[in-house]
């Protein structure tokens, strides 16, 4: 499985962004997109998830209510919606993928290459 993570770059506080994770090779039986970033000198924290079959999504409290997620399962690609963006989510953003809606890291198989955001305030 080999997932590409895009749409990342330079915004102004206040402002939205979208980042987009296509997913390739042998998807099948992969439950589960996540969501995680990772800060300058900071470990990588979850952001979210979206399950692909039902579409339920998951947040982590940082980011509910500003961020969102969404799939086009034909395209096996997952979108994250980034509204009301602050300085703190300046991050490098990853996508990866697995079998269950967990928070850790270590509970997902495949990882895309990052994508990074910076917001300017």
């Known amino acids: 499985v080999q997932l590409q993570a895009s749409g990342g770059g330079l915004v102004q506080a206040g402002d939205s962004r979208r980042l987009s994770c296509v997913a390739s090779?042998?998807?099948?039986?992969?439950?589960?997109m996540g969501w995680f970033r990772q800060a300058p000198g900071k470990a990588r924290d979850y952001v979210g998830a979206?399950?692909?079959?039902?579409?339920?999504?998951y947040f982590d409290d940082s980011v509910n209510g500003r961020f969102t997620i969404s799939r086009d399962n034909a395209k096996n690609t997952v979108y994250l919606q980034m509204n009301s963006l602050k300085p703190d989510d300046t991050a490098v953003y990853y996508c990866?993928?697995?079998?269950?809606?967990?928070?850790?890291?270590?509970?997902?198989?495949?990882w895309g290459q990052g994508t990074l955001v910076t917001v300017s305030s």
């Open positions: 979206i399950m692909w079959s039902s579409g339920h999504t």
């Open positions: 090779g042998r998807t099948f039986g992969l439950g589960v």
């Open positions: 990866a993928a697995g079998r269950g809606a967990g928070k850790g890291a270590n509970e997902y198989l495949y």
